[in-house]
């Protein structure tokens, strides 16, 4: 989910609770200004095991020269680098969907 630049974190979290409680789906919310990334990863319990928020933000956080942490079901970061964002979103959405294969 990509928001518009200059959303704060704390903004990103009842978003992302949101589209899980309404839709059972993993999301991964960012946004970015000019000089910040920030992110909120989140999956429902039925994809914590195979998708864990924490790892995979991780693949975001390290294209963007981030840090951030959290659990399993949810996690939060940001990075300095806006224009690792692309190679970011890319990586996350291949992990995304290589855990997530049946």
Do not use: F, H, M
């Not at 903004?11 to 991964?28: F, G, M």
């Amino acid at each position: 989910l990509e928001l518009e630049a200059g959303i704060d974190i704390k903004a990103l979290q009842p978003l992302v609770q949101k589209v899980i409680k309404q839709s059972s789906l993993a999301v991964l919310a960012v946004s970015a200004a000019k000089d910040k990334v920030v992110c909120v990863a989140a999956v429902p319990p039925s994809y914590v095991s195979a998708l864990p928020a924490n790892s995979w933000l991780q693949k975001v956080l390290t294209l963007v020269d981030g840090r951030g942490g959290g659990k399993p079901a949810q996690a939060q970061g940001s990075g300095t680098q806006v224009g690792g964002l692309p190679a970011a979103l890319e990586a996350a959405r291949e992990y995304a969907s290589e855990a997530l294969k049946e």
